[in-house]
DNA sequence: TTGTAAGCGTTATCAC
DNA sequence: GTGATAACGCTTACAA
């Protein structure tokens, strides 16, 4: 009744072998299960003799442990779960890499989502990696509530760090960039210039990096005496299609400005974009400064004056609080990444690509 | 399979310490916990009685099942390894996204893994992955020989699918953009402008796309009775500043190229940064054309004439036919990701930004 | 229709 | 030192 199977009825093709199993190894070396993942994980104690038999057996069948059932047994699965609002986004992917490269250091994996700029997906991403028992997480958030925050992943006392777009008062740290010294370098490098009327391209409110650089931007005038004007302030989503439409509507300003202090990338090509439109001579009419420094910024016309910051720092800032928090326990940390000033042409300077 | 557990079942005050399992809620609906099973995963019969009793038990007690365990159980864990060369890049950002939408969708995990090109990083990945019994693989190769790919993944035949840079005669299915096409649309082009002397800026020799798109190059000189020239193909990586010294090595040239063909957008900045430092007039002197459509092509000066992809596209579809192959079982299914010309001002065209 | 029991591949707690 | 044995949380024959 077994052997229903003879040999020679085989299919041709190899069958699969199966994986070895600790099961096996221990076999193998005339042991029990037990000495054998003690042999192997180094934990007890036992004879150097079987520890060698063990570790031969495991190299001759090529033994490799299986993730799944320890995480099941050990409760700890070695994974973190990393949740952005948009991974295409350099920025994102920069930190993701940050994030990624620090994690595999200390032997982590990385579980990702996409809460696709979505609360909703958000709140179902966090619930996800709950569920899979990550040890701990990294979360750039779209905007969920203190409380649906609470109830996902409260319960679970799975710690979490944020970074970019924080949670306050929840997690165990949170990494930014200096987004209010970002803005000082800059607003001070334009009044510099001379420049008294400059307006400023932000993002939507209630964003952590949209609302720390309109405070720097207010703040780094008032410090230097100047006037904070509301109609030189653009909210607006960060694409280019808004970074364009927020500068028509400044340069149709009676007082129109005569600098501009875009908060993203997007914001100032889209600046850019509305300018080579109108026929506006960057920096001659209008001079241009970014918190942001592309890949590509001093290949544009004109070449942009930036503050730069080192986006896989975050991520990497983040996933070593995060791996400090595991093992050290409670507390809060928070993280600064430093900015610098870059300077080139769109500011109104006289800088030339070297070379 | 499904996310028949939606987050609204949480239970509202997560005072709950420990999760609660299949057990538990088995106990509270007075059956046992196999009868639980049967009716939260709706596989077996049972009385509609006892499947709502379980339901109602499970929505009490806030119940969400460990995929962990389900993993170890059923031998699947719905979840798909993904790795590739460089996730900061916005290339592989966007097809990362891509993938991940479409494995949502099917219920799949993402694991991701970075291989920061290296071959050995490469294997570590894949191993990982396997480990993890990953339900499917996603790779973008950089360069790993198919003997160790047999040897890593082979032996569990866990179906993998290949995109961007493939390896030959393995695994379920491929997907890559159409290289030979998008070359081909570039170099006419251009020879509608008139140029007979165009030269091509392409990668390293040995990748997937950096071969196609070179042999794309030759054949469309070839069809439209122009002579290869070899000294007007410059492989290198694909970085600015290899792209900036390939442009300075063919501008001093004695028979320079009237017309570039750059293979991927750094190279294309390469040769804008080269040709600005030379004072070389764009389009005037040297026309430019660029595989590849960064977002940011319309702002460049002058706007950049180039070959557009969907990158995200280049993920999904790499996706879908990965699912397809999980319950199809084998054969090989091959993608190629459409490509459109992309017609603005570095070409020598008379084009103006819209509006 | 439902329950019992045997795993999935580990590690931890005991005895011996 | 080493080996049973019992979990970890789930699914699924097989029995009842």
Redesign the pocket.
Known sequence: LRNRFPIAALPAAPAAK?????????DRA????????????G?????P???DAVVEAAAELG????P???S????RTHTIGLVVPDISSPFYAATLRGAQSALERSGYRLMLMDSAQEVGREAAALATLIDHQVDGLLLATTGISADRFDEIVGGSDTPCVFFDEILPDRGRGSVGVENARGIDLLVGHLVGHGHRRIALLTGPAGYTSSGERRAGYELALTTRGLPVDPELIRAAPWSIEDGRASTDALLELADAPTALVATSTELALGCLAACRARGIDLPGDLALVCFDDPYFGALLEPALTCVAYDAAAIGSEAASILIGSLDDGDGYREGRIDVELVVRRSCGCAWREPQ
């Open positions: 199966r994986r070895a199993t600790l099961a096996d190894v221990a005339h042991v029990s299960s037990s000495t054998a993942s003690r042999a192997l994980s934990r007890g104690t036992l004879s003799a079987t520890r033994y490799r442990p299986s799944l059932a320890r099941l047994r050990m409760r």
